[in-house]
């Protein structure tokens, strides 16, 4: 065989059909790949942006800045002797701090009272517990119950309860129940 007729053949027979064959695009690579949507997040990532750098830090920090710029810190003063008593909020730093004292904050005097009522509360509960657990030592030493929970007892098991003690006294064999 001729070079040109084993390459016929060589085209010829090793070439699959055309029926099996699929469906390709000849064009370059995919120009716009398939990937997930980013809409959303593209939205949240804006929003989040637009309201806690936009409105939120930028503004507050700007205004920090002026207000320490234009007033600086506060001045320690005697404390007036004439006139009304001064605010808890009036012992603050900086007219900020100041502010939110006033606004936000409690005085000195609140806390204590706040902090005095906790610990009262505390010391009851503490001493409830302990009498509590003093109660159950007692309890688990005597072999005792609560009396409180004690519920009555009807007359027909207290005479079940006998019938029962006497029919195992009487009884020879401790596993066995032999009819009398």
């Not at 750098?53 to 207000?67: E, R």
Request: charged share 20%; aromatic share 16%; with cysteine.
């Amino acid at each position: 065989m001729t070079p040109a007729a084993v390459c016929a053949c060589r085209n010829a027979f090793l070439k699959p059909s055309t029926s099996l064959i699929p469906a390709i695009r000849g064009s370059h690579a995919a120009v716009f790949r398939k990937r997930p949507g980013q809409l959303i997040v593209n939205r949240i990532k804006d929003v989040c942006h637009f309201y806690f750098i936009g409105i939120g830090f930028l503004p507050v920090l700007f205004c920090l800045a002026y207000n320490h710029i234009v007033y600086g810190t506060c001045e320690l003063k005697d404390y007036p002797t004439e006139g009304t008593a001064p605010h808890h909020w009036q012992f603050e730093r900086t007219p900020i701090r100041q502010w939110w004292a006033k606004w936000f904050g409690v005085s000195d005097i609140e806390h204590h009272e706040r902090n005095l009522a906790y610990y009262e509360k505390q010391g009851i509960l503490a001493r409830w517990r302990q009498i509590e657990q003093r109660v159950k030592h007692l309890e688990g030493e005597r072999w005792d119950y609560k009396g409180w929970s004690y519920q009555p007892v009807s007359s027909t098991w207290v005479d079940y309860g006998r019938w029962h003690a006497l029919r195992m006294r009487d009884q020879y064999e401790q596993h066995g129940h032999y009819a009398q």
